[in-house]
T-cell receptor, first 115, second 118 residues
Framework: AQSVTQLDSQVPVFEEAPVELRCNYS??????LFWYVQYPNQGLQLLLK??????LVKGINGFEAEFNKSQTSFHLRKPSVHISDTAEYFC?????????????FGRGTSLIVHP | GAGVSQSPSNKVTEKGKDVELRCDPI?????LYWYRQSLGQGLEFLIY????????KSGLPSDRFSAERTGGSVSTLTIQRTQQEDSAVYLC????????????????FGPGTRLTVL
């Protein structure tokens, strides 16, 4: 079985401040990792993904995430947030081989950027 | 290009009625998923179709829920005898499969169907 834990349900931050949204996973097999974003009144869209190669992954809108196998984490970071980054962020994991190919999603973290 | 589309966008029904929700995936995507999103609850997996394989129905909450995918394309999620706890946003997503791994690449989500059961 695989699972995803997003430790923070809500993260308030001021504009231009840095932010980190935490994601930890558990799986008995190696995994693929994804971050999706859902802007207010919009559908989910991919922010970034880790499939293989460099453990530091860059995505859209200045976000990046680092895959840490030893800590089973895939935290999302941005050095300076904008008001427009206010959204719900979901971490997801799927099995690389064996395990469950059905992506498991975390419960989401609501990023609230204040002016 | 065209993304994943879902219809209707909103559905209000009375308790006990049946509803059908439709999903048109991206052409060429062999994998199709249905999820349910309730406020503050994240995404709850319902059912997964991959090519010609038997669907994975392990996430369906009760036998009132069923889904089919015709011709490897359009999918319909049916909820029979709806209950108030079925009220949620129902999301459909499609994806390609990564090489021979069987694991999905990026999922492309539709806008969802908001179901309200009175």
């Amino acid at each position: 079985a695989q699972s995803v834990t997003q430790l923070d349900s809500q993260v308030p931050v001021f504009e231009e401040a840095p932010v980190e949204l935490r994601c930890n996973y558990s799986s008995s097999v190696s995994v693929y990792l994804f971050w999706y974003v859902q802007y207010p009144n919009q559908g989910l869209q991919l922010l970034l993904k880790y499939l293989s190669g460099s453990t530091l992954v860059k995505g859209i809108n200045g976000f990046e995430a680092e895959f840490n196998k030893s800590q089973t984490s895939f935290h999302l970071r941005k050095p300076s947030v904008h008001i427009s980054d206010t959204a719900e962020y979901f971490c997801a994991v799927s099995g690389r081989s064996g395990g469950s190919y059905i992506p498991t999603f975390g419960r989401g973290t609501s990023l609230i950027v204040h002016p | 290009g065209a993304g994943v589309s879902q219809s209707p966008s909103n559905k209000v029904t009375e308790k006990g009625k049946d509803v059908e929700l439709r999903c048109d995936p991206i052409s060429g995507h062999t994998a199709l998923y249905w999820y349910r999103q309730s406020l503050g609850q994240g995404l709850e997996f319902l059912i997964y179709f991959q090519g010609n394989s038997a669907p994975d129905k392990s996430g369906l909450p009760s036998d009132r829920f069923s889904a089919e995918r015709t011709g490897g394309s359009v999918s319909t999620l049916t909820i029979q005898r709806t209950q108030q706890e079925d009220s949620a946003v129902y999301l459909c997503a499609s994806s390609k499969i990564l090489g021979s791994s069987g694991s999905p690449d990026t999922q492309y989500f539709g806008p969802g169907t908001r179901l309200t059961v009175l």
